[in-house]
């Protein structure tokens, strides 16, 4: 009797794991495992590009990226985008053969006021065939000696450690880190340039 009952929560846990598993899918539109985005056959329309649908990342990351999307939804409108600090940084970026990474619209003051995962010091937009800046990514830049200052390793988007640029983009060595969650990346949503971006 004691192993039937046994056996009974044990299937009552894995149905109990399963359906909170699924409704986070159904949450956030994304699976889990791994950081490469894979296209749905037939998506539905929505207001905006969702790169996430149907990622495959931990949960961890998942949750990081469904909180990212939320605190920058608003950034879409470039005029709260410059209410909140956001400037231009550079023209169109982008590298024949790579592809591109768009208007960099920065937070010049937060690169060096600390690391927090929901507000990117950098928005990455790309004008439309109308002349209107589109929210395409985001972009963590965190000046390496502020940040070496106080820790011993190079920061991380979960489980993402941030790529390391010594002065070669910017004039100063700092840590950097683009995600594309407005717009899917073939290459993957933490590669630098997206295919996919054009400057033309």
Known sequence: MLLLIKKLWAMLLVIALSITFVSCISETGIDSKNDQIFRLESEAPIPFDNPLVNLRMDPEMLKLLSNLRKATAKYHRLEVAEENGYEMGSECVSVPGLGGMGYHFVNFPAITEGYDPANPQALLYEKTEN?????VAVEFVIDKAFWD?????????????????????????NYQLHVWIWKNN???????F???VSCE
């Open 186 to 192: 073939p290459e993957g949503i933490f590669t630098q």
């Open 149 to 173: 200052a106080e820790n011993d390793q190079p920061p991380f988007f979960g489980s993402r450690e941030f790529d390391f640029d010594d002065a070669m983009a910017l004039p100063f060595p």
């Open 194 to 196: 997206n295919p996919k």
């Open 131 to 135: 002349g209107h800046m589109q929210l």
